[in-house]
Structure formats: structure tokens, C-alpha cells
């Protein structure tokens, strides 16, 4: 049997892929190099999915390397840190690297030459509980390197039970990328050690490193460092097709398990790390080094192509400079040819997930042909590794049906490209894929915010009910306690007074009993009328609201109105005589003023009526 047959019981085949050029020569050839310190670095707070990190720092701070500039926000966001030692001199939206063009907000970090690292310490994670771990990862700014920039935290501690299967993603499939070959060429002993804490971390019962046909030297030394591992661990060769990196795709390749729509890969007992990830945990925990800096791959259109260990915020210009940009270089491609996308200026600083760095020619990059009309001939979802059918995708997104593309799995779209790269027509698909993922989140959005709105108007509705029925009660209580203390009294004036409270809540119960009769309701009025003064004033007033047959809000709004009409009723009737004098007095003294303000004001428009009459006369007269 020979190898390549031997390969093929150990893979399973995932749906769709195409390969096109690899363009891996140019930049692997090369071993890694130390990228330049720049006089001044831009960070993004936003290296990470999830919220933007909190800045810790202000303008005029000097800080050193390796501290943390920028804490997490929220479970889902990772710290950030200064890369070198240096001064801040900005914090402020500056662009970055996106398609969008948009400004976000960066730490401007001028450096002083000398690289001063702060002080680190090793983490003794065997020794600390799961959650010590994730915050410590957390802090340590570690995300995932592969593009997606997951927080790693958040990946550690899911299964209870461990897993079936930790996957190493070690393809790189897209084309020109080449950072992960030479660091697994270079520092596999290393990414071992990683492997061996994750592998306890999530008691992870086989370890498998999928790793592409196009990279011999990796391979071998991957398995020279495996050897001797006390767990169960294979480096896994799978053929060289893209988008086999994607993590679905390579769960599929190495374990035959399929990943359904809105299932996490830890439901089926699998996690996937990628393989510069795995080397960044091992520096954190055994080394107490942060994410300041990662092995990017300058290639394309440039003097020297090859992977530089460059520090995160390193302005892209600075390393074209490097790798020797060409005069003709005429834009940038910020990661690979397939899922990357052409920066807004080389002034952008590197992020964590930058991975690749093409320089465009228009001899390498020829320009692309003019979109033609759908055909359907069915290749896109030939090439397709989710099985969607992209031609619907696309004619639902064009006529902005989002509804039936959501319905069609557009979620699914990981956007590798490999339908527009198949497409005779042209189209580029996944830019219509993005634009009605992006049309569904905006309207998901506005939805949330109006329910938002709305769960705050009734809470603020049900508050006021709460606060109106809570006011009538202790009134009721007040006229009641009243009228218990002058039936008791032995002066003849309590006694009278008792009578008029007694006479006028058996009158408001006899109207509110005529209301319910006339609107139909079986409610107790008969019963209310009969009950004991006492009862009546004992029950709130609330309860003995009739029921409208008119809309809900306007019922409430007359239902509000009576018992408030009610509640002044009973206080005015609990009131002694001096009392209704005073409060009469008020109130003429309230009406008085107001026909004075009124009387004024009349008093003032007249005399401005005069007034202009009198200009007016006067310039008639010159």
C-alpha cells in the first residue's frame, strides 16, 4: 500500500473545494525573520470578536512591553497590549484594517527603541481552577490567529465530560499563505506544548493535527515532535483542497463528523484550535508573554518575500517596506487572495488576524472580468463546502428577499469564495452574500431595539397602574380609619361627619353599580350596594373599576380618570369643615391669580396693539 492510499482511510472527504494556484513558493522558502520596530504604532482596540476592548491608558503615559493597554469588555473580548515600550501620543478613531474603510478607535503608541518588557511570570495553571485559566487567557489578549479572532477563552471548559477530539487546524489552504508552514517548520516542539495543555485543559481523549499534502517539512516535524506523547495524538495529511482549513470542513476531513446549522462543534464532542493559536497559549501560560505580535506572510509584489515575526499595530507600509515593496504594486490584499479583502491605505496597523499581506500587480492580480448574467448552471453549488445553492443566495439577495435566504441557510455561507472563483459568469457572489448578511443583522438590530422600547413602555405603564392602585388603597384605608374613629366617638359632630362618609360611599357605590349594570357586566353591584359601609371602603378602589367595552388603552385612560375622580371624592369627604374651608380658600385664592395673570396679559397685548397703531399713524404721517 502506498502513502497516498494510506491517507485516504484517515480522511473523509468533505462536499464541494476547488484548487486554485497556491502560490506557496514565493514566501516558504524563507525561514522567520524578526519584523521591524516602527517609530510609531497604531492598535486597534477591536482585535477580537465580540465588544471592543476598555482603554487603560491616557495620552502622555509611558508604557512597557507587553503591558496591558486595553482590558476586555464583556465575555466576549480579549485584552490588548502594548507591543513595545514607548509613549501613547493618541487615542483616537483612526482607520484599520476592514473592507468597510471605517475609522475605529486605536492606542497611537510612538516607540522609544529600547523594547523594554514588563515584568512576566510564568501562570502555574496546573495548580488553578478552569475559571482562573479563562481569565488569565482572557488578559493575556489570546484569540484565535487563524482569521476569525474568537476569544480562546471562551473555547476552554465547554465539556463537561471532555472531548471526544481536539482538532488542530494546521491546513492553511488559502493560497499564498505560508505563515503557519514555517512556524510549524520552526517551533513545532513548541506548538506540542501547547497541544498538551489544551489537550488537558479540555481532558480531550485523541488529539488530531490536520495538516495539508502541500507541506512535507511540516509534517515531519510535527510528528518528530509528537513522538513520545502520552496521549493518543496523530499528525493527519489530508489533501491539499480549498477551503479545507475551514473549521467545519476539516472537523468533516479528520473525524467524519458534520456540524450541523446553529450546533457548536463541542456538542459533538470536537474543538478546533488553530495551530499559531496553540503556540500563543503555550507563550502566555508557560512564558507570561500577551498576543503582541504574530508571523505574517509578505508576499505578491514585493523584492523578498517571507514570514516576519512583526508586532501587532505595525503599520502595513513599514513592512511592505520591509519585504521591498515594487513600484508598480498598485493595491493590497490584507490576508489571503480568497476570504481576504484590499485595505483603505497601507497606514493601517497589523491586527491579530493578519495573517497575509499581498501585494497587487496587475501582472499577478489581472483585472477582473465584467459580471455577466446568472446562467444557473449549477457550478457554485458544485464547489460549494456548506452544500448551499448559491445561485438562489444570490437572486434572493439581489432582489433583497432576506427572508428566503435566511430560510436557504445563508448563515451557513462561511465565504471562502469558492463559488465566484467557479462561476462562469463573473458574479462575485460573496459580496452579495455579505450584503444581505449584513441587511438581516441591521434589521435584527432594529427589531431588538423596538422591543427593547416597547418592554419599557409597558413596564413604565405597569409601574404607574401600580403606583395609582396603591394610592386609592391608602386613602381608602385613611377614609375608612376616619370614619371607624367618628362612629366610635361619642361627640355629635363625629357622628354626623361618620353619616355624610357612610351616605357618600353608599352613593358612589350605587353609581358604580348602575355603570356595570349599564354596560352589561355581570359584576356584584347588587351586592357592593348591599355590603356594609365599612366593607366598601376597606375594598381599593381599583378592583371596583367597571370593565369598558371600548379599546384597552382608552379604558385605561377613563378607569385611571374615575379613580382618580374617586380618590378626591372620598378625601374630600373625610374632610372637617375647617378643612373644605381651607382648601375652598385655595382654591379661590389659585382662580384669583389666574384671572390677574390673564387679566395682564390682555392688558399687555392691548398696549402693543396701541402701540403699533400709533407707529403706524406716524409713518402714514412722514
Not at 476569525?148 to 465539556?159: D, E, N, W
Not at 395609582?468 to 388603597?473: C, M, Q, T
Not at 365599612?534 to 380618570?561: W, Y
Amino acid at each position: 500500500m502506498n502513502a497516498r492510499a494510506a491517507l485516504a482511510a484517515t480522511f473523509f472527504p468533505f462536499h464541494g473545494g476547488v484548487h486554485p494556484p497556491e502560490h506557496k513558493d514565493e514566501s516558504s522558502g524563507s525561514p522567520i525573520v524578526a519584523g521591524p520596530i516602527p517609530a510609531t504604532l497604531v492598535v486597534p482596540l477591536h482585535q477580537s470578536i465580540g465588544n471592543m476592548a476598555k482603554a487603560l491608558v491616557n495620552v502622555g503615559d509611558v508604557v512597557l512591553k507587553g503591558q496591558m493597554i486595553a482590558a476586555a469588555d464583556g465575555t466576549v473580548s480579549a485584552a490588548v497590549h502594548a507591543p513595545t515600550s514607548g509613549r501613547i501620543v493618541a487615542i483616537s478613531p483612526q482607520r484599520v484594517p476592514h473592507p468597510s474603510g471605517l475609522l475605529e478607535y486605536c492606542i497611537t503608541l510612538e516607540s522609544d527603541g529600547a523594547d523594554r518588557w514588563i515584568e512576566r511570570t510564568r501562570f502555574d495553571w496546573r495548580n488553578a481552577d478552569g475559571r482562573a485559566i479563562r481569565d488569565y487567557l482572557r488578559d493575556m489578549g489570546v484569540v484565535g490567529l487563524g482569521g476569525a479572532v474568537f476569544p480562546s477563552h471562551l473555547k476552554i471548559g465547554g465539556a463537561k465530560d471532555g472531548l471526544d477530539t481536539l482538532v488542530i487546524n494546521a491546513a492553511e489552504c488559502e493560497p499564498f499563505i505560508t505563515c503557519d508552514d514555517r512556524l510549524m517548520r520552526e517551533r513545532a516542539s513548541q506548538i506540542v506544548e501547547g497541544i498538551k495543555i489544551l489537550q488537558q485543559l479540555l481532558q480531550a481523549r485523541e488529539v488530531l493535527i490536520g495538516v495539508e499534502d502541500n507541506k512535507p517539512e511540516a509534517v515531519d516535524a510535527m510528528r518528530a515532535a509528537i513522538a513520545g506523547c502520552e496521549f493518543k495524538i496523530d499528525v493527519v495529511v489530508v489533501p491539499t483542497l480549498y477551503p479545507s482549513g475551514g473549521a467545519k470542513q476539516l472537523i468533516k476531513l479528520l473525524t467524519n463528523k458534520e456540524v450541523p446549522s446553529g450546533v457548536r462543534s463541542t456538542d459533538l464532542g470536537v474543538q478546533c484550535f488553530n495551530v499559531a493559536t496553540v503556540y500563543t497559549i503555550y507563550r502566555a501560560i508557560e512564558h507570561g508573554e500577551p498576543v503582541i505580535s504574530r508571523v505574517v506572510t509578505l508576499t505578491g509584489n514585493v523584492e523578498r518575500p517571507g514570514n516576519v515575526d512583526a508586532l501587532i499595530g505595525t503599520p502595513i507600509a513599514d513592512l511592505l517596506a520591509f519585504a521591498g515593496n515594487k513600484a508598480d504594486s498598485d493595491s493590497y490584499i490584507y490576508g489571503g487572495p480568497m476570504m481576504g479583502f484590499e485595505i483603505p491605505g497601507t497606514d493601517v496597523g497589523l491586527s491579530k488576524a493578519g495573517n497575509c499581506i499581498i501585494a497587487k500587480s496587475s501582472g499577478l492580480f489581472p483585472p477582473k472580468p465584467a459580471e455577466m448574467p446568472c446562467i444557473r448552471c449549477g457550478k457554485c453549488a458544485d464547489a460549494c463546502p456548506a452544500e448551499l445553492q448559491p445561485m438562489d443566495l444570490y437572486w434572493f439577495g439581489k432582489s433583497k428577499n432576506f427572508g428566503k435566504a435566511q430560510e436557504r441557510n445563508l448563515f451557513d455561507c462561511i465565504e471562502c469564495g469558492a463559488c465566484a472563483y467557479v462561476c462562469p459568469s463573473n458574479i462575485q457572489l460573496v459580496d452579495y452574500f455579505r450584503f444581505s448578511k449584513s441587511e438581516i443583522w441591521a434589521a435584527e438590530k432594529s427589531k431588538k431595539a423596538a422591543d427593547q422600547a416597547r418592554e419599557r413602555h409597558e413596564f413604565r405603564q405597569f409601574r404607574e397602574e401600580r403606583e395609582k392602585r396603591e394610592k386609592a388603597e391608602r386613602l381608602a384605608a385613611k377614609a375608612a380609619q376616619k370614619h371607624e374613629a367618628a362612629a366610635s366617638s361619642a361627640d355629635p359632630a363625629d357622628a354626623e361627619r361618620a353619616a355624610k362618609i357612610k351616605a357618600a360611599m353608599e352613593r358612589a357605590a350605587a353609581k358604580k353599580a348602575e355603570a356595570a349594570a349599564q354596560a352589561g357586566e355581570s359584576a356584584a353591584p347588587a351586592d357592593a350596594t348591599a355590603a356594609p359601609v365599612t366593607e366598601a371602603v376597606a375594598a381599593p378602589v381599583a378592583e371596583a373599576a367597571p370593565v369598558s367595552q371600548l379599546d384597552p388603552e382608552k379604558a385605561e385612560r377613563i378607569r385611571a380618570a374615575m379613580e382618580k375622580r374617586a380618590a378626591e371624592k372620598a378625601e374630600q369627604e373625610a374632610m372637617s369643615p375647617e378643612e373644605k374651608a381651607a382648601r375652598e380658600a385655595e382654591k379661590k385664592a389659585k382662580i384669583e391669580a389666574a384671572m390677574a395673570a390673564a387679566a395682564a396679559k390682555k392688558a399687555a397685548k392691548a398696549a402693543e396693539a396701541a402701540k403699533a397703531q400709533g407707529d403706524q399713524a406716524d409713518g402714514s404721517g412722514a
